[in-house]
């Protein structure tokens, strides 16, 4: 069975790592706003390992006119897990996070490769691709909550 929890942020590095951050240092694993009281980690557990992550934070995207806006961060998932429904597991449970902290608008920065996923959860684009130095091609993804 597969649970979703909060978790520490010290927690998210293993996986960030090995997915989001691959031969790059330990330290690029650290997001500015981490430890932020209203930043939420969340990780999704089986037989007691972390196998995928995301992170909330409370930053507005000035693109928005919506006033409590969180942005998802460090979405991933083990290799070897994906494609089992734990990204939408994750997802549902960023939403529901939202929903509970009177949150009207979820954004976020998506790698190009990630966008069909994030369109099958009825998240729309906006605006042109851009470039993340060192990381790759991304839109800016949202959803009404
Ligand atoms: C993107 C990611 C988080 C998706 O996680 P996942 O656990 O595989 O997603 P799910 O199993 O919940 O997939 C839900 C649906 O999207 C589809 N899907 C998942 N990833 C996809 C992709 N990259 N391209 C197209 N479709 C995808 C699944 O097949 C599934 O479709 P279905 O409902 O028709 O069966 C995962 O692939 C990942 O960690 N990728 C590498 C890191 C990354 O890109 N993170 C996002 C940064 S913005």
């Given at each position: 069975m597969k649970i979703v929890?909060?978790?520490k942020t010290?927690?998210?590095?293993p996986v960030r790592h090995l997915v989001l951050r691959k031969g790059k240092p330990i330290e690029s694993c650290s997001f500015t706003g981490d430890d932020e009281e209203t930043?939420?980690?969340l990780g999704v557990f089986y037989k007691e390992k972390i196998i995928g992550i995301a992170s909330l934070f409370k930053?507005?995207?000035a693109s928005f006119k919506e006033s409590n806006q969180f942005q998802l961060r460090g979405?991933?998932?083990?290799?070897?897990?994906?494609?089992e429904g734990i990204g939408t597991l994750l997802?549902?449970?960023?939403?529901?996070?939202?929903?509970?902290?009177?949150s009207d608008l979820l954004w976020f920065n998506a790698r190009e490769s990630a966008v069909p996923f994030y369109?099958?959860?009825?998240?729309?684009?906006?605006?042109?691709?851009f470039e993340i130095n060192g990381i790759?091609?991304?839109y800016v993804m949202y959803k009404n909550i």
């Amino acid at each position: 069975m597969k649970i979703v929890k909060k978790i520490k942020t010290i927690d998210t590095y293993p996986v960030r790592h090995l997915v989001l951050r691959k031969g790059k240092p330990i330290e690029s694993c650290s997001f500015t706003g981490d430890d932020e009281e209203t930043t939420i980690h969340l990780g999704v557990f089986y037989k007691e390992k972390i196998i995928g992550i995301a992170s909330l934070f409370k930053i507005d995207n000035a693109s928005f006119k919506e006033s409590n806006q969180f942005q998802l961060r460090g979405m991933a998932v083990l290799d070897e897990f994906r494609k089992e429904g734990i990204g939408t597991l994750l997802i549902n449970e960023a939403e529901k996070i939202c929903k509970s902290n009177s949150s009207d608008l979820l954004w976020f920065n998506a790698r190009e490769s990630a966008v069909p996923f994030y369109l099958k959860l009825n998240f729309k684009t906006f605006g042109t691709k851009f470039e993340i130095n060192g990381i790759g091609p991304h839109y800016v993804m949202y959803k009404n909550i």
